[in-house]
């Protein structure tokens, strides 16, 4: 036995079909079983185009085309034509030999018989925040890729029928343009969106308007295509297209989504490195707002809220934080900050409410190190309170849970934050094992022209009365709303009327002023 027919046994134990493509990308060497049964692939595959054996195998060409020697592609499903309006389905591997190259070594490999056509369904399209959860899993695990917009125009007042017929064409040519393994978005009545190969060379615009023209239509179609920088980190890759995204959804749209996503990215490489920055080097400041017994007007504990740019609230820098996977490591640096103040001469015995986002909780990174941080001062962690956020959600509340509790028993106390603002917070109640809950200062502020607020606020304070759990009301402005909360048997109180957040916390309040807010916001998240 020669060593070539050892290797040719060894092949064909792993595939139907093999193929040598040149740069062109015409079969020049084929060997094996075709689609059809009986079919000789070297007899009736050799010097036609590979684009023309596969069903929309203009993807698969323009992939071989952009491949460099010693690179292999992942396995790929294919339809192989296995005659009139027929396919077969395949996976498809390539490799490129050095010896060889530019040529490319191809493997197919049938997945089961031939069938018609008509019997191809293309899944639905998703809507746009279906897109954006599957592209975070895509851009993952391909690279080199591109986001496309399509916008489509003269489908308005077209009959039930044909409409129907047209949007079959329009998803079918969509998913076959998107990437493998993912789909197409429709985002509004004309605008769509795919992940694309970076070097998929089809003009999908002019396949929209040939599908148009078949069902009798003159369709008008735009392409705007909008490459993946290679290398980018694909949360900030997330964020900016769900930017551009959002941009598309608003009423006027966008006229070049494509450049609103480029420059969304750049600016969100821009601002992930500053953030990074700032928190490696501490230049961010933390500004303590008192909270006060109802009864007393006394104060109980601070709230640590941060602070960029002087006074500025952190929203838009958190919510990068979380989207970005930035944020843990933001939450230790403002507990470290808190716990440095703590320790100060003439601190006293201050009390200390730091917030953690639900995203911080998704390992044990964050409590084994604030764990570690109050390790050589015990007494510390029983002045310290933890709030859990729900700007970001927690993706797995039993283990959440088990963390908290770790920080339970060690002394320092757990508060869900912005309770009865969200779907979450009840499920948080239900799940985390926690001290106290802040109520939603939606609901506080609107208890006194509200009788829906009043009553959530009541139900809210019974519940929590009966589970032995101490409540905080936020965003107290007036001196009615305090006597209200206290009348409901809320236990303290938080907001401008007894104080806003200062770069020093402060036991002795000045008397209460009528004050209202403008639009800021105190919370860090």
């Known amino acids: 036995m020669t060593l070539t027919t050892r290797l040719l046994g060894l092949a064909f134990a792993s595939a139907d079909t093999l193929v040598e493509v040149d740069p062109k990308g015409v079969v020049v060497f084929a060997i094996g079983a075709g689609a059809t049964a009986g079919e000789d692939a070297g007899a009736t595959w050799t010097g036609r185009p590979l684009a023309d054996l596969l069903h929309d195998g203009a993807a698969t060409l323009a992939t071989l085309q952009g491949m460099k020697a010693g690179v292999r592609i992942p396995p790929t499903s294919i339809l192989v034509s296995a005659g009139p309006d027929r396919v077969r389905r395949a996976t498809f591997r390539a490799f490129v030999l050095p010896q060889m190259a530019p040529a490319v070594s191809c493997a197919i490999s049938y997945d089961g018989p031939a069938f018609a056509i008509a019997g191809l369904e ?43 017929r047209l949007n079959r064409r329009i998803e079918a040519t969509l998913q076959s343009a998107a990437v493998q393994g993912s789909g197409a978005a429709q985002l509004t009545s004309v605008r769509f969106a795919l992940l694309r190969p970076a070097n998929d060379r089809r003009d999908i615009a002019a396949e929209i308007v040939e599908a148009g023209r078949a069902e009798g239509l003159s369709l008008g179609a735009e392409a705007f295509n909008s490459p993946v920088p290679p290398g980018s980190d694909s949360l900030c890759v997330l ?27 750049k600016r969100t490489f821009r601002d992930a490195e500053t953030f990074r920055s700032v928190v490696k080097s501490r230049e961010f400041q933390v500004h303590y707002q008192p909270i006060v017994h109802l009864d007393s007007r006394a104060v109980h504990h601070f709230e640590a809220l941060a602070r960029f740019n002087g006074n500025n609230g952190p929203a838009d820098a958190i919510r990068m934080a979380e989207e ?15 716990l440095k103040r703590m320790r100060q001469p003439g601190a006293g015995l201050l009390k200390m409410a730091i917030n953690v986002s639900g995203a911080s909780l998704g390992d044990d990174t964050y409590v084994e190190q604030l764990l570690r941080m109050t390790a050589g001062a015990p007494e510390e962690r029983r002045r310290l309170i933890v709030e859990v956020t729900e700007t970001s959600a ?11 509790t770790g ?48 009553t959530l606020l009541h139900t809210i304070v019974e519940m929590c009365r009966s589970m032995k759990l101490e409540t905080i009301g936020e965003m107290i402005e007036t001196d009615a709303v305090a006597a209200e909360l206290k009348s409901a048997g809320v236990d303290y109180g938080q907001g401008w009327l007894f104080g806003r957040a200062e770069a020093e916390p402060r036991t002795q309040l000045s008397a209460p002023t009528m004050v209202r807010r403008r639009g800021t916001v105190e919370a860090w998240g």
Do not use: H, W
């Open 239 to 265: 964020r900016a297209m769900r930017f551009a995204i959002e941009g598309c959804l608003k009423g006027d749209g966008l006229a070049n989504p494509q450049i609103a996503f480029a420059d969304s990215l």
């Open 394 to 404: 927690v993706a797995d509340i039993e283990a959440a849970n088990r963390r908290l």
């Open 324 to 338: 970005l996977d930035l944020i843990e490591s933001f939450d230790l640096a403002v507990a470290e900050k808190v």
């Open 407 to 454: 920080l339970r028993e060690a002394g320092i106390k757990i508060c869900i934050d912005d309770f009865g603002a969200g779907a979450a917070a009840f499920d948080y109640l239900r799940k985390l094992s926690v001290d106290a809950i802040k109520i939603d200062g939606a609901i506080v502020r609107d208890i006194q022209t509200e009788d829906r607020s009043k």
């Open 122 to 164: 293309s899944p639905p399209l998703m809507d746009p925040d279906a897109f954006l959860a599957d592209a975070g899993r895509v851009l993952e695990s391909s690279p080199d890729l591109a986001l496309s917009f399509l916008d489509i125009k003269g489908m308005e007042g077209v009959g039930d029928d044909v409409a129907d």
